[in-house]
């Protein structure tokens, strides 16, 4: 089964058992406009017979972009290029500092894989020129080699359309016969939580909005859709004429270990009724 091959802030494989019963049992194509750490993707692709016939993938972080891009297409030489890689902080803060924009995808992958799995918390974040800048982590032996798990990664992209961008380059084209989840950079919390610096441009109130002005004419085209986000006043005002329901969940990233206590979340969706938010029955774990 695939599994996730980078650690990512807001990462879903805790929320899994409430999102795979809101997927379709068919479609033609699954798109997923926030990659991210493709934790649904995987998991349906695992499936057999798979519910989608094609997939969408796409991220404005174009380093996680050129890595998905090289699993897919060049799994045996990203393995070769990481076998380079060895837990040496002298080495994290080497590799940090270089300048990849005219390196291969490959070698691209295999040093945001070194970087994502050594460094502090397995955080990937970038400052306002889009430069990796989390500090070396407390790991004592990180897994920085998974064959296994980069060929099984390959092998459920294998076909999937990869796309560096705007999430809209992801959900032009749907229509009712395919199937959106939306797992967008979260509305803050609190002002000293707000962190959506996974890509340069990051991704304030504006892209909220536009968010919401997506998934509505997504709903008026009849295209299923599900967002995921924190549950706060702010998102409960922003998705109010939309059907709500919440969930909890583990956070993946926080400080420290014994802090990621569960949360609300909000799982909205494009065809129940508009209302407010309520407690979806607890599933078990995928």
């Not at 032009?172 to 890509?199: G, H, I, K, N």
């Amino acid at each position: 089964m695939a599994r996730p091959i980078v650690k990512w802030a807001g990462g879903k494989r805790s929320l899994l058992p409430e999102l795979i019963t809101r997927v379709p049992p068919s479609m033609r194509t699954y798109a997923e406009p926030f990659a991210g750490g493709l934790a649904l993707f995987f998991a349906l692709a695992s499936e057999e017979p798979r519910r989608f016939e094609r997939a969408i993938v796409c991220d404005q972080n174009a380093e996680l972009i050129a890595c998905y891009t090289a699993v897919r297409d060049d799994v045996e030489g990203v393995l070769r290029a990481l076998a380079k890689y060895t837990h040496d902080e002298a080495l994290f803060y080497e590799v940090r500092e270089k300048d990849t924009r005219r390196w291969s995808d490959t070698a691209r992958a295999a040093r945001l894989l070194f970087l994502n799995r050594v460094c502090f918390n397995g955080l990937w974040r970038v400052n306002s020129k889009g430069k990796f800048n989390v500090p070396f982590g407390r790991y004592a032996n990180p897994r920085i080699h998974d064959p296994e798990g980069l060929r099984a990664a390959s092998h459920a992209l294998a076909g999937a359309e990869i796309v560096s961008g705007d999430f809209t380059l992801a959900t032009r084209d749907v229509d009712r016969r395919d199937f959106v989840y939306f797992d967008p950079p979260y509305v803050p919390l609190s002002r000293t939580a707000a962190f959506t610096a996974y890509a340069k441009d990051g991704f304030g109130p504006a892209d909220q909005e536009r968010l919401v002005t997506e998934l509505a004419r997504l709903r008026a085209a009849g295209v299923r859709a599900l967002l995921s986000n924190h549950k706060t006043p702010g998102t409960l005002e922003l998705y109010r004429h939309f059907a709500m329901s919440e969930v909890s969940a583990r956070r993946s990233i926080s400080r420290e270990g014994s802090t990621r206590t569960p949360a609300a979340e909000l799982l909205v969706d494009t065809w129940g009724p508009a209302g407010r938010a309520k407690k979806a029955p607890r599933r078990a774990k995928a």
